[in-house]
């Protein structure tokens, strides 16, 4: 039995080196345990031919591969960094030693606005899919609103306080930083109508920020874990474009209190949403504004309303914010009316939101109109007449505000406990 086990041996042996190519053959040298043991580094080697590819510093046969000289990956390197630097995924002060290469300074000069491709590329090496990055960019994003403060009537001490608090920050970073840096969150709550959407679309167009209008049905999902992944991506995307604002109107919809009866998955989000809003995801140097709409802000979970640092009522408006109103909504239409007739329909419509003082002009411009009943096909656009102050009184008398007091009273109490004034 030994015998045999000694003969099988080797023959394993000889048909080993029998069917071993030549050019791969090993040497004598390669099992020299001395040669290993006085070099300490030298190992077994392949001889690949006369057009193998050996490391470089070898001389004898082949190619060699140079390694790249180190200017080039010192350069390649820094360049990283600064593209880095500038979408926010790296902190300033981690990237002051590093001086602005040709490069940087043509993308500083250009003021080029990334693209969804240019944003893919760069979270790459993140773990956000690409297809969420895909679903907010291109369900999210908006183009840059044209409002301005003229577009809103009245509020002006809220106007005074967004420009100290929001705008310029946004303007100037380098500026307001520490305690006077702007806050991550404001929350904008009051009745119906009253022109929170539109204070919201006037910052990011004051400040030249992008603007990202986010909703429930954009984030939520009916698979599991997709709901955070894409408030991650949100976020994701949202610095890289920064200085940038997320719009969330009807806020408590998403970011409601959570209860013990409530889905793990929307509780998932919810958290997910908490961290990357104002937790260990975020940093301070990022440049990135949550703006917060919601007619029921009882609702909010106790943790949102505590990320919402500030927190503005928009109540009704007053005299002369109906008067500003009233003029912006009739600025387009032909009407004949004076300064004092203005202030008329003004005094009449106590108690109106901005949305419901639309509204009576509009049912008053349709009063002309109905004049011509049956002989619209042969009238002419000059023949129908201005709108005229009994028309806004008559339509005002039609048209019911959409605010009770019962419901002014719950916004005012819930704002001497929570909120701050502008």
């Known amino acids: 039995m030994v015998l045999l086990s000694c003969f099988t041996a080797l023959d394993l042996h000889l048909i080993f080196l029998f069917f071993v190519p030549a050019p791969y053959a090993f040497s ?29 510093g070898r001389k004898k046969g082949g190619k060699n591969i140079q390694p790249p000289k180190k200017s080039i990956k010192d350069e390649l390197e820094k360049t990283k ?92 970073p380098d500026i307001f930083r520490g305690l006077r840096a702007a806050p991550k969150g404001v929350l904008l709550y009051g009745p119906p109508g009253t022109g929170k959407t539109m204070i919201a679309r006037c910052i990011a167009s004051q400040c030249d920020s992008s603007f990202l209008n986010v909703s429930a049905s954009k984030l939520t999902s009916k698979w599991v ?7 991650q991506a949100l976020f994701a995307v949202a610095r890289a474009m920064q200085p940038s604002i997320i719009f969330i109107d009807e806020v408590d919809s998403m970011l409601s209190k959570r209860t013990e009866k409530e889905n793990e998955s929307s509780k998932k989000m919810k958290s997910e949403f908490l961290v990357q809003m104002d937790g260990a995801a975020s940093q301070e140097a990022d440049n990135v504004l949550v703006i917060g709409a919601t007619n029921r802000p009882d609702d909010l979970d106790e943790a949102v309303r505590r990320r919402f640092q500030k927190r503005f009522m928009i109540p009704l408006p007053d005299n002369q914010g109906r008067l500003q109103i009233l003029k912006a909504v009739l600025a387009h239409e032909k009407i004949a009316l004076e300064e004092a007739d203005f202030c008329t329909v003004a005094n ?49 008398e039609r048209v019911k505000p959409s605010v009770s007091l019962k419901d002014l009273s719950h916004y005012e109490d819930f704002h001497k406990l929570y909120g701050d004034k502008p």
Not at 35 to 53: A, M, P
Not at 117 to 137: H, N
């Open 28 to 56: 004598d040298k390669d099992f020299n345990p001395e040669g290993v043991k006085k070099t300490g580094t030298k190992k077994s080697q392949l001889s690949l031919g006369s057009n193998n590819v050996r490391r470089s």
């Open 348 to 396: 009449s419509l106590e108690g109106y939101s901005g949305a419901d003082i639309r509204k009576v002009c509009a049912e008053a411009s349709m009063t002309p109109v109905r004049e011509w009943s049956g002989f619209l096909d042969t009238v002419e656009l000059s023949e129908i007449r201005a709108i005229e102050l009994h028309d806004l009184m008559e339509a005002a």
């Open 81 to 172: 960094l600064q593209l880095k630097e500038l979408t926010g995924a790296v902190k300033p002060a981690e990237s002051e030693k590093l001086k602005p290469g040709p490069l940087i300074q043509t993308f500083k000069k250009a003021k080029k606005v990334p693209t969804k491709e240019d944003i893919i590329c760069q979270l790459s090496s993140s773990a956000i899919e690409e297809r969420f990055i895909d679903q907010i960019y291109d369900g999210c994003l908006m183009t840059k609103p044209e409002v301005t403060w003229d577009d809103i009537g009245g509020l002006e001490p809220m106007k005074i306080s967004m420009k100290e608090m929001i705008i310029d920050p946004l303007k100037r």
């Open 225 to 231: 874990g997709d709901g955070e992944k894409a408030v």
